[in-house]
């Protein structure tokens, strides 16, 4: 076959040639061939016969050739990095390779006959509506994946110019998620790069290449001041040599330093930064620059100060606080372990502190506390504490005293005795002088003990030095302990108590010249289900401390009400008058008129018939309020007696304006009659004077027929004590007062 034949060509000549050679086998039949043309004839048809098999050979080459070109194609097409996409003119996916696939998150056959726009993140549907609008003008968007994730790619496509293909579209999408990322990164480090934190990049040997506008607010270093010098510029001298080293040696193993540092502006004024310092190193992990990121923080740190102050310091005297003195106490206590030496304790409270508040004011208590804290704050060796516990109460921590025990009680003592001099030195408080006195408890200690016995201790050996009196030092005593549980106990017995009904109220009748019954003392008890009856001297003095003496003077207030209402049904009671015992904090409750008024009027007894009995103490206390409080009580009928009279310092003008009815004889002068001249003359005065101010006048605690004589010699007017009668129940005292009125009826003296 001619070379310059294709193989269509060649297809078509052998064609005609065919053609041919029927036709003339058709003349075959009409016209007879002789033996030369045959031969010539079949000759030519061998010759053809040849040349078409030699074409045959040539298209099967050539078919061969084509099958190898479509797979290449279909190979570098399919596993191309880039992803391929031939749309339909509608945008429905025909056909797509394998990174196209991956990009849209979907296998490639399921792709087939989806909207392209079915993979377009929502937001960016415009932009794939504008690519299409504009011919195809690269675009970028993401794509979003079946897993709901997102990839970015760059957009682009060619229509396909083929005839058979004129409405197809090959879309190509080139994966530029790395890129996006990194341009993100770049963005937002430009950002953090421009932000509030100072920011200074060095190379590897601390030398400054870059700061941002941060770094010169911060330090008032520019740009062109900073760049080729390095950090120790702004070094302020607060920090020692030691604190650099370690810095160095924490970047260098972590590749990370964070802590807070002193600095120096440029203008020499030093301010607090928190400073965070990042090693950036290459692939071999060789450092290659440093990234300083820094805020300033003196406000911080002022506040920070501010706070401590607040927390472990006392506002008033400027001395560490209960909290800071017991984390204190906790260390020594440790440190004796490994020193074997003793420590010491001194709970201080200054005596008579609420008096200067009262008489002098607020102001002069406070300038007072300062004063002192002053003093004690020069008085201790370095390494000592002294603090404030709150109130008018100090503490002070002695530590490495000695190693015995004894010694160190010794050492202790001394210098308790010192603290007790020095106070009393004056203070100068304003325009006056003031004598202070302290009352000292004092608690040793060591390894063994914890803390929170040391304090106890401590403060029950300073309320002990109170209770004796003030002005002196007591050590703590077990017994001081077994004193203050028995306390512990009682106060919770007595709530009990007031909860479950277990006071009873009993009477001591109360007679005249006739030792006739005129009346009786409302004496209150204790019937302990456990101990059996307790007198009030057991508990009335911590009733008076814990407040529970005003629902306890309450109670009995309305029994004896509620007594005298009940006496009124009878001839022989209706008459008698019931005394009760009325507290200072109980009188002193603001409401106590209107509360006494109401406990009247719901009982529906007689007030004529009932008489308070306070103490001279508490009727001088506050005079003014005394009085008003006294005649608006006196205005419902109720009558008093003035408790105690001439164990105080009454005044006889205060008794003058006072509301009294009656005066009681204290049994202290009665109980050494007529043997005492000086109790004898006492009483002799006090009856006198009850007698020039209209006053019946009552002597307690007779026990012998000498003191009554005496006394009625002498013209008092009643009379109390074993002598006529114990404190009764009211079983008791109903057979004793049926009694009395029937020998008074009978003209018999009892």
């Not at 880039?82 to 979907?106: D, K, P, V």
């Not at 001298?237 to 600095?263: A, C, P, V």
């Not at 820094?294 to 100060?305: H, L, N, P, R, V």
């Not at 508990?539 to 009124?568: D, N, R």
Request: glycine residues 6%.
């Amino acid at each position: 076959m001619p070379k310059h034949l294709s193989p269509a060509n060649d297809a078509q000549v052998l064609r005609h040639k065919a053609e041919e050679i029927v036709r003339g086998n058709e003349l075959l039949t009409t016209n007879t061939l002789s033996p030369e043309e045959i031969s010539r004839v079949l000759h030519e048809l061998q010759v053809h016969q040849i040349e078409l098999e030699m074409q045959n050979d040539e298209l099967r080459k050539i078919q061969s050739e084509l099958d190898a070109e479509r797979e290449d194609y279909f190979d570098l097409y399919n596993l191309a990095p880039i992803g391929y996409c031939t749309l339909n003119e509608e945008g429905e996916i025909l056909q797509a390779n394998r990174a196209a696939s991956s990009l849209l998150g979907a296998d490639q056959d399921k792709l087939i006959h989806h909207q392209i726009t079915d993979f377009i993140f929502g937001e960016d549907q415009d932009i794939y509506y504008f690519f299409r609008k504009h011919f195809f003008k690269p675009c970028e968007l993401r794509l979003m994946k079946e897993n709901q994730t997102c990839c970015w790619v760059q957009l682009s496509a060619n229509r396909l110019e083929k005839a058979q293909r004129n409405n197809t579209i090959c879309l190509i999408l080139n994966d530029i998620t790395e890129r996006k990322e990194a341009e993100e990164e770049r963005r937002i480090a430009a950002i953090a790069f421009e932000s509030q934190a100072g920011m200074v990049i060095t190379d590897a040997q601390g030398v400054i290449l870059r700061i941002n506008p941060a770094f010169t607010r911060l330090t008032n270093y520019d740009q062109k001041e900073i760049v080729g010098q390095t950090m120790r510029v702004l070094k302020s001298g607060r920090h020692d040599k030691l604190f650099y080293q370690q810095m160095w040696k924490t970047l260098k193993e972590s590749k990370r330093w964070q802590g807070e540092i002193w600095n120096k502006r440029k203008n020499g004024q030093i301010y607090a930064e928190l400073l965070t310092i990042t090693a950036v190193t290459d692939a071999n992990e060789k450092i290659t620059h440093y990234i300083g990121n820094f805020s300033d923080i003196t406000k911080d740190k002022e506040a920070e100060a501010v706070i401590h102050r607040l927390a472990y310091y006392d506002p008033l005297t400027k001395l560490p606080n209960r909290r800071l003195f017991q984390e204190r106490l906790n260390q020594a206590i440790i440190s004796t372990e490994r020193s074997q030496l003793f420590g010491a304790i001194f709970f201080l409270d200054l005596d008579n502190f609420k008096g200067l508040n009262d008489t002098r004011g607020h102001d002069a208590g406070d300038l007072l506390l300062i004063e002192v804290a002053e003093r004690l704050r020069t008085m201790i060796r370095e390494g000592d504490t002294v603090a404030r516990q709150g109130g008018d109460e100090f503490i002070i921590l002695l530590q490495n005293l000695k190693t015995d025990i004894q010694e160190t009680a010794y050492l202790a003592k001394q210098i308790g005795d010192k603290l007790l001099t020095e106070m009393n030195d004056p203070f100068l408080l304003k325009d006056f002088e003031y004598y202070c006195k302290l009352s000292i408890g004092i608690e040793l200690f060591n390894k063994d003990n914890t803390a929170e016995d040391i304090f106890k201790h401590a403060d029950i050996a300073m309320y002990q030095a109170k209770k004796s009196g003030g002005n002196q030092l007591l050590f703590f005593d077990p017994k001081m302990q077994h004193a203050l549980d028995l306390r512990s106990t009682m106060e919770y017995e007595l709530k009990q108590a007031l909860e479950s009904n277990q006071f009873r109220l009993y009477y001591q009748p109360q007679i005249d010249n006739l030792q006739r019954v005129t009346g009786v003392e409302a004496l209150i008890r204790w019937e302990h289900p456990q101990r059996g009856l307790i007198l009030p001297d057991e508990f009335i003095p911590l009733s008076e401390e814990t407040g529970f003496i005003i629902p306890m003077g309450q109670w009995v207030l309305q029994s004896a009400c509620a007594q005298l209402k009940a006496w009124e049904a009878d001839e022989h009671t209706r008459h008698l008058r019931i005394s009760v015992n009325v507290s200072a904090r109980q009188f002193r409750q603001k409401d106590f008129v209107t509360l006494l008024e109401k406990t009247l009027e719901m009982s529906g007894a007689n007030p004529e018939l009932l008489k308070l009995e306070l103490t001279e103490s508490l009727v001088l206390e506050n005079v003014q309020d005394t009085i008003e409080k006294m005649d608006a009580i006196n205005r419902l009928g109720v009558h008093f007696s003035m408790d105690d009279f001439g164990t105080g310092y009454s005044s006889l003008s205060y008794l003058a304006k006072l509301p009294l009815n009656q005066i009681k004889i204290d049994r202290s002068f009665v109980r050494n009659l007529p043997e005492n001249k000086n109790d004898a003359m006492i009483v002799r005065t006090i009856i006198t004077m009850g007698i020039g101010l209209e006053m019946n006048v009552i002597a307690e605690g007779i026990e012998t027929l000498e003191q009554f004589e005496f006394l009625e010699a002498h013209g008092c007017h009643a009379y109390q004590g074993y002598l006529f009668g114990h404190p009764l129940d009211i079983d008791t005292l109903s057979i004793y007062l049926l009694d009395n009125w029937k020998r008074q009826q009978k003209g018999v003296r009892p």
